[in-house]
Nanobody, 124 residues
Framework: QVQLFESGGGLVQAGDSLRLSCAAS????????MGWFRRAPGKEREFVAA????????YYADSVKARCTISRDNARNTVYPQMNSLNSEDTAVYYC?????????????????WGQGTQVTVSS
């Protein structure tokens, strides 16, 4: 079992950047690809970014590709997505997720573990 704990959300202004964290507990963290999803008010949950088990391969949604970077520190059991040039459309609850797959996947149905989410609110 893997438990995930998101942090780093908050209120930011448009144009700012924000670094989120996902701390994981569980012996199998290093073997999981990790993903980030978000759910904006009134919208479906959507994929944001993913990183494979080793941190050597990343994949981003088109909507954030130019503004997002994701990395992981397996020694600290932590994943760090960073969003730059935030705008109001980035306002959402952001969720960290882990999949038994070792490589990046974008389908949320393939993720096995989820955190509780962290709120990101972008003011304009």
């Amino acid at each position: 079992q893997v438990q995930l704990f998101e942090s780093g959300g908050g209120l930011v202004q448009a144009g700012d950047s924000l670094r989120l964290s996902c701390a994981a507990s569980g012996r199998d963290f290093n073997g999981h690809a990790m993903g980030w999803f978000r759910r904006a008010p009134g919208k479906e949950r959507e994929f944001v970014a993913a990183i494979n088990w080793s941190g050597g391969s990343m994949y981003y949604a088109d909507s954030v590709k130019a503004r997002c970077t994701i990395s992981r520190d397996n020694a600290r059991n932590t994943v760090y997505p960073q969003m730059n040039s935030l705008n109001s459309e980035d306002t959402a609850v952001y969720y960290c997720a882990a999949t038994v797959n070792r490589q990046t996947v974008v389908d949320d149905r393939l993720y096995n573990y989820w955190g509780q989410g962290t709120q990101v609110t972008v003011s304009s």
